[in-house]
């Protein structure tokens, strides 16, 4: 395999942000949701459909670059940008529990990121 781990992180970071970006436009979307048709309608769902598809051609674009076991726990990044917009777009509330949480998962993709460094 092709080892280029800084190319394979920035497209799976970018992956996170555009399947975090899917995930906020499929709630917006589920607001407006009645019957069938206003489901293949929907804007905010379709364009969350979209966003994930994007996601996932930028994932398999990094897998090109790094092994799967370094790829795939950045993926756990799209916690965090989902709570950060869910408390400024939703007016949701993150317990301490949660807090600790996502700052655990901060802590433990950085710890894979320089671990990938030692490669």
Same mark, same amino acid.
């Given at each position: 395999?092709?080892?280029?781990?800084?190319?394979?992180?920035?497209?799976?970071?970018?992956?996170?942000?555009?399947?975090?970006?899917?995930? $906020?436009? *499929?709630?917006?979307?589920?607001? &407006? %949701?009645? /019957?069938?048709?206003?489901?293949?309608? !929907? #804007? =905010?769902? +379709?364009?969350?459909?979209?966003?994930?598809?994007?996601?996932?051609?930028?994932?398999?674009?990094?897998?090109?670059?790094?092994?799967?076991?370094?790829?795939?726990?950045? $993926?756990? *990044?799209?916690?965090?940008?989902? &709570? %950060?917009? /869910?408390?400024?777009?939703?007016?949701? !509330? #993150? =317990?301490? +529990?949660?807090?600790?949480?996502?700052?655990?998962?901060?802590?433990?993709?950085?710890?894979?990121?320089?671990?990938?460094?030692?490669?």
């Amino acid at each position: 395999m092709i080892k280029n781990n800084k190319k394979a992180i920035f497209f799976v970071i970018l992956c996170t942000v555009f399947t975090s970006l899917g995930q $906020i436009l *499929l709630k917006i979307g589920a607001k &407006s %949701i009645y /019957s069938f048709i206003s489901i293949i309608t !929907n #804007i =905010s769902l +379709i364009l969350g459909f979209l966003s994930y598809a994007i996601g996932a051609v930028l994932l398999i674009i990094s897998l090109k670059y790094a092994d799967l076991s370094l790829v795939y726990p950045f $993926i756990a *990044l799209s916690f965090i940008w989902v &709570s %950060i917009a /869910s408390i400024y777009l939703f007016n949701e !509330n #993150i =317990s301490i +529990i949660n807090w600790i949480g996502l700052f655990s998962i901060i802590f433990g993709v950085s710890f894979i990121g320089l671990g990938s460094k030692n490669e």
